[in-house]
């Protein structure tokens, strides 16, 4: 960590290439496993989406300004992103990989994938305000992208009848 206590710009891109990386994992095998041809072509479309937000992502590492939001209490931002990174449902490629495995309906992939884009955003939400202010504009947009994700799949679920 750049301070005590303080994610710094750079640590946290690069958790957020990392988390790209998990869900592009996690959709690649997902959808040769989705029974449905709409659920496996939205969640081919969803890898090739985690692969475009991690180019996105490496391209910010070139700008690892920090930018120190203030705080209610010392070690307040830390706790909270620990506390993201501790419950998210897509913490690594393996656990991904190991859940699917358990998945035997579509539903069940949709649903777990509503998660991992629910922490996303969470993330980038958090994100956001540690990057440099230039670095803003970017992460809101893969934040709308990531909405749009959670909107997709939750139409999805709802063509499908399972909403």
Do not use: C
């Not at 309906?105 to 884009?117: H, K, P």
């Not at 305000?129 to 959670?150: C, F, Q, S, W, Y």
């Amino acid at each position: 960590m750049a301070e005590a206590g303080v994610f710094s710009s750079r640590e946290m891109v690069e958790m957020a290439i990392q988390t790209e990386q998990n869900g592009y994992a996690f959709y690649t095998e997902a959808a040769s496993k989705a029974r449905a041809d709409s659920v496996r072509s939205l969640l081919e479309w969803l890898a090739g989406q985690e692969k475009q937000h991690e180019e996105v992502f490496r391209g910010m590492l070139d700008k690892p300004e920090l930018h120190i939001p203030a705080e209610e209490y010392p070690g307040q931002r830390e706790a909270f992103v620990q506390a993201l990174l501790e419950s998210r449902v897509l913490p690594d490629r393996e656990t991904g990989l190991r859940s699917l495995q358990r998945m035997t309906e579509d539903d069940q992939i949709i649903q777990f994938a509503l998660g991992f884009e629910k922490d996303t955003i969470l993330f980038m939400l958090e994100m956001r305000d540690l990057v440099a202010p230039a670095g803003r504009d970017t992460v809101n947009k893969l934040i709308a992208e990531e909405k749009g994700h959670m909107r997709r799949l939750l139409d999805l679920r709802k063509e499908l009848g399972l909403a």
